[in-house]
């Protein structure tokens, strides 16, 4: 938000798993417009050393080896370079930006599956 990117977020909060992530992405390309992809935050059963990021592109997810060394690379390159360039601002600043929308993410993946 900080830095002008319009956010989806699960409401309230709540968890969002990869799949239904990807779902998101799927059905908000279905639509036309502006293709969304997404980032998801890891991990929840591996250690914390091997935390990150996973980036999922317009087509849902996984993003090929290719795209995930370009960032890799950019993101090494801020944090070598102090994150200079980087805009940040608090949750309730970014919620309040007009750039972040609550979305119930996970019950339209469930109500896929059935």
Sequence with gaps: AANGVDV????????TPTPAVS???LVHNKKGGPLADGIVITPSHNPPEDGGIKYNPPNGGPADTNVTKVVE??????????LK?????SLDEA??????????L?????EGLA
Excluded: C, T, W, Y
């Design 95 to 104: 919620m309040a930006s007009g750039h972040v929308k609550e979305q119930d």
């Design 23 to 25: 779902n998101a992405i």
């Design 8 to 15: 989806i977020v699960q409401e309230n909060n709540g968890f």
């Design 73 to 82: 690379d950019r993101a090494n390159a801020l944090l070598a370079d102090g």
């Design 85 to 89: 360039g980087v805009k940040r601002i």
């Design 106 to 110: 996970v019950q339209p993946f469930v």
